[in-house]
């Protein structure tokens, strides 16, 4: 499986979408700092991801997120959503 991934910091509440094979590790590995264009903003969490059987498809949804605001906005705001709807407990 291939993962498009949406993190956020929080240290400072921005997001970063990246792609991988290996969501799990790849957390890990932005949260211990190898990823050199991200590491000032340590801690990170998950907070979006989208699984694909297709290497390629993954990596042309990650682009397009990266170079569309309006594609990343869609889903951060279907993100808020979920946040702030009621529970329905009764």
Same mark, same amino acid.
Do not use: C
């Given at each position: ?68 605001? %309006? ?17 329905? %407990?009764?």
């Amino acid at each position: 499986m291939y993962y498009v991934y949406f993190i956020r910091s929080r240290q400072d509440n921005s997001i970063y979408v990246g792609y991988t094979n290996n969501l799990k590790k790849r957390i890990k590995e932005h949260n211990q700092g190898k990823t050199k264009s991200i590491k000032h903003k340590l801690p990170f969490e998950l907070i979006y991801f989208e699984a694909y059987i297709n290497k390629t498809v993954a990596r042309k949804r990650e682009i397009k997120f990266k170079k569309s605001w %309006s594609e990343k906005e869609t889903v951060l705001k279907r993100l808020a959503n979920i946040e702030t709807a009621p529970s329905s %407990s009764g």
